[in-house]
């Protein structure tokens, strides 16, 4: 079993930034094994996907929305992955929750709040 915790989110002003993390721990995996992504969910919207990073590479792949702003990194050494938010906007605001691709199903975290506005 898999476990992923994010760090707290919180409100942000317009144009301002924020990062965010996600630690995964468990037994009976490699980390570094898996790609890992963040999506969001505003409310009354489907969930999105934000960004993705490949699990050694380290090739990433940005909605549309965010490309240029947002950016995804990881430390295996820490089992953590980030996203990094830049120049926020209103309608980035959202629950951001962390997925870990496994090798037979996929793990959330419980998700955190991001709230942009002056």
């Known amino acids: 079993q898999i476990q992923l915790v994010e760090s707290e989110g919180g409100l942000v002003q317009p144009g301002g930034s924020l990062r965010l993390s996600c630690v995964a721990s468990?037994?009976?995996?490699?980390?570094?094994?898996?790609?890992m992504r963040w999506y969001r969910q505003a409310p009354g919207k489907e969930r999105e996907l934000v960004a993705r990073i490949s699990p050694r590479s380290g090739i990433t792949n940005y909605a549309d929305s965010v490309q240029g702003r947002f950016t995804i990194s990881r430390d295996n050494a820490k089992n953590t992955v980030y996203l990094q938010m830049n120049n926020l906007k209103s309608e980035d605001t959202a629950v951001y929750l962390c997925?870990?691709?496994?090798?037979?199903?996929?793990?959330w975290g419980q998700g955190t709040p991001v709230i942009v506005s002056s």
């Open positions: 468990g037994s009976g995996f490699t980390f570094s094994d898996h790609a």
């Open positions: 997925n870990l691709i496994g090798t037979i199903r996929e793990y």
